[in-house]
T-cell receptor, first 115, second 113 residues
Framework: AQSVTQPDIHITVSEGASLELRCNYS??????LFWYVQSPGQGLQLLLK??????LVQGIKGFEAEFKRSQSSFNLRKPSVHWSDAAEYFC?????????????FGQGTTLQVKP | NAGVTQTPKFRVLKTGQSMTLLCAQD?????MYWYRQDPGMGLRLIHY???????AKGEVPDGYNVSRLKKQNFLLGLESAAPSQTSVYFC????????????FGPGTRLTVT
């Protein structure tokens, strides 16, 4: 069965430092992959998505992610973190060959930014 | 546009009580979803709908019912609330052309005592 794993439950970085959030998936074929961000008390907002093509995808708010098939990973990166990036981040994958848009989410990674 | 809205934002129920959560979207989306979010478990799909008048079970459907009588609305019902249903509930919608790009509502925090 498809699954998504985010190995880091909580990460703390200093403002201005670089960031990498890890995501690993389990899926036989080429997956559709997503990163969402959830600010405190808010719903989820799509940061970026990968369907096919260039394995390095750019998203909103200066985030990027790289799809690595050999490692079954889709890690999220940002070169310089801002205090406003403190939030919870979710990696997600489309469920199977679904034509219903169903997603499976990872457990989430909470990002804390130190001043 | 308001996007996806959810009513109510907060609710406290006693065990055995019933309630309905309302989700509304103004983007003319075909697909709608209900998720629950629990600490350390991410979001889990409860039920979903691929169009007006159709619903289907997701990952954790037990104890919930849904209806989609109008395209813009998706209702989630709890007939007999249990403490295990204490959670934050999110509704989402997506269009047919970009059905994997889901737009989320702000959530409903439900506590069952």
């Amino acid at each position: 069965a498809q699954s998504v794993t985010q190995p880091d439950i909580h990460i703390t970085v200093s403002e201005g430092a670089s960031l990498e959030l890890r995501c690993n998936y389990s899926y036989g074929a080429t997956p559709y992959l997503f990163w969402y961000v959830q600010s405190p008390g808010q719903g989820l907002q799509l940061l970026l998505k990968y369907f096919s093509g260039d394995t390095l995808v750019q998203g909103i708010k200066g985030f990027e992610a790289e799809f690595k098939r050999s490692q079954s990973s889709f890690n999220l990166r940002k070169p310089s973190v801002h205090w406003s990036d403190a939030a919870e981040y979710f990696c997600a994958v489309v469920l199977g060959s679904s034509n219903t848009g169903k997603l499976i989410f990872g457990q989430g990674t909470t990002l804390q930014v130190k001043p | 546009n308001a996007g996806v809205t959810q009513t109510p934002k907060f609710r406290v129920l006693k065990t055995g009580q019933s309630m309905t959560l309302l989700c509304a979207q103004d983007m003319n989306h075909e697909y709608m979803y209900w998720y629950r979010q629990d600490p350390g478990m991410g979001l889990r799909l409860i039920h979903y709908s691929v169009g007006e008048g159709t619903t289907a079970k997701g990952e954790v459907p037990d104890g919930y019912n849904v209806s989609r009588l109008k395209k813009q609305n998706f209702l989630l019902g709890l007939e007999s609330a249990a403490p295990s249903q204490t959670s934050v509930y999110f509704c989402a919608s997506s269009g047919q052309r970009v059905r994997y790009e889901q737009y989320f509502g702000p959530g409903t925090r439900l506590t069952v005592t």
